[in-house]
């Protein structure tokens, strides 16, 4: 055959081979195409404009408990407490707060009351339970005869929150900000080391007791960091529910007769 027909009978023996489907042209020996190694794509070079800003890091994730128990475990006195807490950074409730409240009272005290953050007239005043509430709450234990500036101190009492800032409008304080605060609080309680401890509504048994439900468990003693506990209704519920007083009532009698023990 010569060099045209060559061509021709080539052109069609191809022809025919596409007709039946082949892509691809196949070479004398085979080729194992697994076996190849895939080179990844060659990452464009980013085009950064000549005056851009320099790119933002990416956030780093910070564990705000950790820091919170390092600092609670440093302080070894209540005033160095409060300074580790009011240096805390890590929550957000700090940044909308005119005030760092953070306790109440005298700090030898045998009963030691938590509430929850603070209000209002607390963030104003820099101190806890001084708005309605608070005062209710001082008539109350001045009934069995406990006060905040109590002249005998083992009838005096002393009193702290969850939350040493106080929450924006008013709202419960969140499961994470109870989490962060909680090195504190524990440290807290450590460092008064008060005879009983009495917790004011639900946010003070979610953080130390785990669980609310403050109508079942109010004026059942319980123990927390090794201490004995009585949940109470907050005052603020007792504002508002004046018929609820009589268990408050009773469960502050509970608490005077554990006193003369
Ligand atoms: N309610 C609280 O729980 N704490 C305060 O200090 C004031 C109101």
């Keep these: 055959m010569d060099s045209v027909s060559d061509y021709w009978n080539d052109r069609a023996l191809l022809e025919w081979q596409v007709e039946l489907g082949a892509t691809d042209a196949i070479l004398d020996a085979p080729v194992d195409r697994y076996a190849l ?23 780093v994730e910070v564990d705000a408990v950790s820091i919170a128990r390092a600092a609670a475990a440093a302080a070894a006195d209540l005033p160095s407490l409060a300074t580790a807490v009011q240096a805390f950074e890590h929550c957000e409730l700090k940044r909308g707060a005119r005030s760092f ?17 603070p209000g209002s ?28 500036a109590h002249q ?36 807290h309680v450590g460092l008064a080391d008060p005879d009983v401890i009495v917790l004011m509504g639900n946010t003070p048994c979610q953080a130390l007791l785990g669980r609310t439900g403050i109508t079942r468990m109010r004026g059942q003693w319980q123990e927390v960091l090794g201490k004995p506990c009585l949940p109470m209704f907050h005052p603020a519920y007792l504002l508002r529910n004046t018929a609820a007083k009589r268990e408050a009532w009773a469960d502050l009698l509970e608490l005077n007769a554990r006193l003369k023990l």
């Excluded at 007239?121 to 905040?148: S, T, Y």
């Excluded at 009492?157 to 900000?177: G, K, L």
Aim: charged share 25%; net charge neutral; no cysteine.
């Design 152 to 187: 005998d101190v083992t009838r005096s009492i002393y009193i702290t929150n969850v939350m040493p800032w106080r929450p924006p409008s008013n709202r419960t304080p969140e499961p994470a900000e109870i989490a962060m605060m909680l090195p504190f609080l524990e440290r």
């Design 101 to 117: 409240v953070f306790a109440d009272g005298q700090a030898a005290a045998r009963v030691m009351i938590i509430g929850e953050a």
């Design 37 to 59: 190694e895939v080179a990844p794509p060659k990452p464009k070079p980013a085009v950064v404009a000549k005056d851009a800003p320099p790119p933002i890091p990416a956030p």
């Design 121 to 148: 007239e607390e963030d104003r005043a820099g101190k806890p339970f001084v708005g309605r509430a608070g005062q209710l709450l001082d008539r109350m234990f001045d009934a069995i005869n406990l006060g905040r």
